[in-house]
C-alpha cells in the first residue's frame, strides 16, 4: 500500500538540507512514498541536461532560477532509499506547465499563450519523449506523476492544430464528440503513458484525466476533488487503480480548523459514502501539502498530522499519548511540530482560524478561477456541498455567506 506525501517545491524552494529533514521526519510517521511536485506555473526545479533553458536562471524574471540539480535529486533519492522510501517525481502536462512554456513558448498553441501545453503539433511528443527520457533515467522507482489538473482548454479550442487533431480522434469512435476537448487532454495523457512505459514506468494522473472519454484504464488516477466524485466509482469498478488524497481530508495546506488531527486519525477512503477501500484497484492513500512556506511552517502544517493518517493506534486517545516522544524528539532537533492542544480547535478558536484562512486564500485567488467555478455550476455542485460539509459548521453559514458574496461567488451557498 503507498503510504504517501506530496510536497510543492515548484511555489517554494526548500534547501536540500529542508528537503532531507523533511523526508526524515514524514519517515517516522510512517510513509513510504514522496511525491514531488516539481514544475508549475510558477518555477521549473528539476535540471535538465537536454533542455537546460527550463531550469535557467535567464528565465528567473519571469518564473525559473532555483531548482535541484540531477546530483543534488539523486542525493535524495538515495537519502529517501535508505529510509524505504520511493521518491515519485510529477512533471505537470498539459496545464500549470507555464515555466515550461516560458523557456520553450512553440510548445504552446500559440506564442502568446503559455497556459496550456499543445497537443495538436508532433513536434510537443518529440520534445516530451525526450524531455521524460531524461527525466526517467534520474528517478530509480516504478511510477511517474504527469500532473493533468486544472488544464485550462481555452487555448486548444482557438487552435487550428489541436481542432485538426480532435476531429481525428472523434472520428475513430462514434461515441466521441468532436467538440469534447477533454479528448485532447486523454489522447496526451495516453501518449506519455506511452513513451513513460517504454522508460519501464507507470503513469499517474490527477483525477482530472477521468474526464477524458478515450483515457487508457493503465493509468492510475490520484483522486483529490468532489467534482469528479461521480467517475471514481465506474473507474474503480471497471478494475482502474488509484490513489486517495481526498482535498477535504488530506490536503494538509488547510489550517488544523478545517482539517482537525482527529479528523486526519479517523480517515476512510470514502466519497459519497461508498467505501473505496474493498476495490483491489485501490492502491493507497497520499497527504498533499500544496504552497509552500519556509520549513517552520512546513513542520508545523505537516506534523503531527501525517502521524495521525498512519498511525496504527487502535484510537485517538493512543494515538496522542504515543506523541509525547515524538514532540520532545522534535524539539531536541529544533523543529516545532502544531501544538497538540491546538490540533483539534473548537468554539471561537476554529471559527476565527477558518474565517482568516479564506480570507487569506481568497487575496489570493485570481479572478478566472472563481469565474471558472461560476460557470460550470453542475459539475461543482458536488465540490461545493463537500467544501462546507467537511470544513464548516452550521454556525459559520452566515459569516461564509456574506464572505461568498463579497467575493462574487453568487451561486455557491444554497442552504
Ligand atoms: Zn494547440
Given at each position: 500500500m503507498i503510504k504517501g506525501l506530496m510536497i510543492d517545491s515548484a511555489r517554494h524552494f526548500w534547501t536540500i538540507d529542508d528537503v532531507l529533514k523533511?523526508?526524515?521526519q514524514a519517515a517516522i510517521s510512517g510513509i513510504n512514498t514522496l511525491h514531488w511536485h516539481l514544475t508549475d506555473?510558477?518555477?521549473w526545479r528539476i535540471e535538465s541536461k537536454?533542455?537546460?533553458?527550463?531550469?535557467?536562471?535567464?528565465?528567473s524574471a519571469q518564473c525559473n532560477g532555483e531548482f535541484y540539480s540531477q546530483d543534488s535529486i539523486r542525493e535524495i533519492i538515495n537519502y529517501a532509499a535508505q529510509l524505504h522510501i520511493e521518491i515519485i517525481p510529477e512533471i505537470e502536462i498539459p496545464g500549470h506547465s507555464h515555466a515550461l512554456l516560458t523557456a520553450y513558448p512553440e510548445l504552446g498553441c500559440s506564442d502568446d499563450a503559455r497556459a496550456i501545453i499543445c497537443p495538436g503539433k508532433e513536434s510537443t511528443f518529440t520534445f516530451l519523449e525526450e524531455l521524460f527520457a531524461e527525466m526517467c533515467s534520474i528517478f530509480p522507482g516504478k511510477y511517474f506523476h504527469i500532473g493533468g489538473d486544472e488544464a485550462p482548454k481555452g487555448g486548444w479550442r482557438k487552435c487550428s492544430h489541436c481542432r485538426k487533431k480532435l476531429a481525428e480522434i472523434a472520428d475513430e469512435n462514434s461515441a466521441y464528440d468532436k467538440n469534447d476537448y477533454e479528448l485532447l487532454q486523454g489522447y496526451m495523457a495516453n501518449r506519455v503513458h506511452a513513451l513513460l512505459k517504454k522508460q519501464g514506468k507507470q503513469t499517474i494522473c490527477w483525477n482530472?484525466?477521468?474526464a477524458a472519454k478515450n483515457l487508457d484504464t493503465d493509468i492510475i488516477i490520484q483522486y483529490w476533488t468532489a467534482q469528479y466524485a461521480d467517475l471514481m466509482?465506474?473507474?474503480a469498478e471497471k478494475g482502474g487503480r488509484f490513489i486517495m488524497s481526498d482535498m477535504f481530508h488530506l490536503y494538509l495546506d488547510y489550517p488544523y480548523s478545517?482539517?482537525?488531527?482527529?479528523?486526519?486519525f479517523d480517515y476512510k477512503p470514502i466519497i459519497k459514502g461508498h467505501d473505496f477501500s474493498n476495490y483491489p484497484g485501490f492502491l493507497g492513500i497520499e497527504a498533499c501539502r500544496w504552497g509552500g512556506e519556509p520549513l517552520?511552517?512546513?513542520m508545523d502544517t505537516l506534523f503531527p498530522r501525517l502521524d495521525a493518517l498512519f498511525s496504527t493506534a487502535s484510537d485517538y486517545n493512543t494515538f496522542t499519548d504515543s506523541l509525547k516522544k515524538r514532540y520532545r524528539d522534535a524539539e531536541n532537533e529544533g523543529l516545532h511540530f502544531h501544538p497538540l492542544d491546538k490540533c483539534d480547535p473548537e468554539g471561537e478558536e476554529r471559527q476565527k482560524e477558518t474565517f482568516a484562512f479564506m480570507i487569506n486564500m481568497n487575496a489570493k485567488m485570481n479572478q478566472d478561477a472563481i469565474q471558472h467555478m461560476e460557470n460550470s455550476p453542475a459539475q461543482n455542485k458536488d465540490f461545493v456541498e463537500s467544501f462546507i460539509k467537511y470544513f464548516f459548521e452550521p454556525s459559520d453559514m452566515e459569516w461564509l455567506e456574506g464572505f461568498m458574496k463579497k467575493i462574487g461567488y453568487s451561486n455557491a451557498v444554497s442552504k
Amino acid at each position: 500500500m503507498i503510504k504517501g506525501l506530496m510536497i510543492d517545491s515548484a511555489r517554494h524552494f526548500w534547501t536540500i538540507d529542508d528537503v532531507l529533514k523533511i523526508i526524515a521526519q514524514a519517515a517516522i510517521s510512517g510513509i513510504n512514498t514522496l511525491h514531488w511536485h516539481l514544475t508549475d506555473d510558477q518555477g521549473w526545479r528539476i535540471e535538465s541536461k537536454t533542455f537546460p533553458k527550463l531550469h535557467s536562471t535567464d528565465y528567473s524574471a519571469q518564473c525559473n532560477g532555483e531548482f535541484y540539480s540531477q546530483d543534488s535529486i539523486r542525493e535524495i533519492i538515495n537519502y529517501a532509499a535508505q529510509l524505504h522510501i520511493e521518491i515519485i517525481p510529477e512533471i505537470e502536462i498539459p496545464g500549470h506547465s507555464h515555466a515550461l512554456l516560458t523557456a520553450y513558448p512553440e510548445l504552446g498553441c500559440s506564442d502568446d499563450a503559455r497556459a496550456i501545453i499543445c497537443p495538436g503539433k508532433e513536434s510537443t511528443f518529440t520534445f516530451l519523449e525526450e524531455l521524460f527520457a531524461e527525466m526517467c533515467s534520474i528517478f530509480p522507482g516504478k511510477y511517474f506523476h504527469i500532473g493533468g489538473d486544472e488544464a485550462p482548454k481555452g487555448g486548444w479550442r482557438k487552435c487550428s492544430h489541436c481542432r485538426k487533431k480532435l476531429a481525428e480522434i472523434a472520428d475513430e469512435n462514434s461515441a466521441y464528440d468532436k467538440n469534447d476537448y477533454e479528448l485532447l487532454q486523454g489522447y496526451m495523457a495516453n501518449r506519455v503513458h506511452a513513451l513513460l512505459k517504454k522508460q519501464g514506468k507507470q503513469t499517474i494522473c490527477w483525477n482530472d484525466a477521468l474526464a477524458a472519454k478515450n483515457l487508457d484504464t493503465d493509468i492510475i488516477i490520484q483522486y483529490w476533488t468532489a467534482q469528479y466524485a461521480d467517475l471514481m466509482k465506474p473507474f474503480a469498478e471497471k478494475g482502474g487503480r488509484f490513489i486517495m488524497s481526498d482535498m477535504f481530508h488530506l490536503y494538509l495546506d488547510y489550517p488544523y480548523s478545517m482539517t482537525p488531527l482527529k479528523k486526519v486519525f479517523d480517515y476512510k477512503p470514502i466519497i459519497k459514502g461508498h467505501d473505496f477501500s474493498n476495490y483491489p484497484g485501490f492502491l493507497g492513500i497520499e497527504a498533499c501539502r500544496w504552497g509552500g512556506e519556509p520549513l517552520p511552517q512546513m513542520m508545523d502544517t505537516l506534523f503531527p498530522r501525517l502521524d495521525a493518517l498512519f498511525s496504527t493506534a487502535s484510537d485517538y486517545n493512543t494515538f496522542t499519548d504515543s506523541l509525547k516522544k515524538r514532540y520532545r524528539d522534535a524539539e531536541n532537533e529544533g523543529l516545532h511540530f502544531h501544538p497538540l492542544d491546538k490540533c483539534d480547535p473548537e468554539g471561537e478558536e476554529r471559527q476565527k482560524e477558518t474565517f482568516a484562512f479564506m480570507i487569506n486564500m481568497n487575496a489570493k485567488m485570481n479572478q478566472d478561477a472563481i469565474q471558472h467555478m461560476e460557470n460550470s455550476p453542475a459539475q461543482n455542485k458536488d465540490f461545493v456541498e463537500s467544501f462546507i460539509k467537511y470544513f464548516f459548521e452550521p454556525s459559520d453559514m452566515e459569516w461564509l455567506e456574506g464572505f461568498m458574496k463579497k467575493i462574487g461567488y453568487s451561486n455557491a451557498v444554497s442552504k
